[in-house]
């Protein structure tokens, strides 16, 4: 992201479908954090600790990230996101993904864990049809 | 012949068109970085498990 700084905007949506444990909780914890203003903190967290994801552990990194922890664990108990996570949910089966990460570059579908260069190049492409 | 002329002309023009295509993807109100203009916008669904 550095790279392109003031170029791209990175959006994240939850699918969280593919175990029943943890995903959903994780998620969950993802936009607690976000209300706290430290969305990007808790989400290299989760990725840095995933599958360790059940809610002990979240709780503990929210500490990690210096977040209000009781805020954070009523969010996470109440399961307040549930709405955005279940629309984003019912996006991702619209779209028919069966796969994540799956990626939106300006519309342009990548499905999967890719170099980091390829997913490099089509931004690329992309800047320069911007430019035209 | 002409009609595998039309035919290859068919197969182009749809192998072409399946690989431009573009999904809209609403962004809503879901987390995000970078300048809400920015020329490339990169719309990612994560698991985090």
Redesign the interface.
Known sequence: MDTFKGKVRLVIKNYPYKYRDFSHIAAEASLAAGDQGKYWEMHDLLIKNSPKLDRNNLIKYAKEIGLDVKAFTESLDKMKHAARIEKDKKLALDLDLYNTPTFFINGRMVIGDRPYEYLKKIVDEELKNAKQ | MKKLMVFLLLLVVAVSYAAE????????????????N????????????
Request: glycine residues 4%; charged residues 20%.
């Open positions: 295509q573009r999904f809209v993807v609403p962004v809503e109100d879901s987390p995000s970085q970078g300048p809400n920015a020329p490339v916008t990169i719309i990612e669904f994560i698991d985090f498990q």
